[in-house]
């Protein structure tokens, strides 16, 4: 069994940070991209940011020059920097991590329960 477990969310103000850690523990061997999507109210499910194995990372671009993802592979941890902050970032963010829990099983998405983020203008 795989748990991720967010933390670091909660209220912000606008032109403020906030910093998300996921850790990825229990039964993972591998682990290929992580990332983070959001979800407002009312709206669908959005890739926020995704970094690759290899460090490589895409946005949305509403959020490019302002989040920032990174990883420590060595932790199975994930974070997100998120730097000027605005009212529309408001969201539940939601971990995931596309790995598999052994060399011969398959590659699966996993999630976390996810987290409220609240930015005040």
């Known amino acids: 069994q795989v748990q991720l477990v967010e933390s670091g969310g909660g209220l912000g103000q606008a032109g403020g940070s906030l910093r998300l850690s996921c850790e990825a523990s229990g039964s993972i061997f591998s682990i290929n991209a992580m990332g983070w999507y959001r979800q407002a109210p009312g709206k669908q499910r959005e890739l926020v940011a995704r970094?690759?194995?290899?460090?490589?990372?895409n946005y949305v671009d509403s959020v490019k020059g302002r989040f920032t993802i990174s990883r420590d592979n060595a932790k199975n941890t994930v974070h997100l920097l998120m730097n000027s902050l605005k009212p529309e970032d408001t969201a539940v963010y939601y971990c995931?991590?596309?790995?598999?829990?052994?060399?011969?099983?398959?590659?699966?998405?996993?999630w976390g329960q996810g987290i409220q983020v609240t930015v005040s203008s």
């Open positions: 995931n991590v596309f790995g598999r829990q052994s060399a011969l099983r398959s590659w699966n998405d996993y």
């Open positions: 970094i690759s194995s290899g460090g490589s990372t």
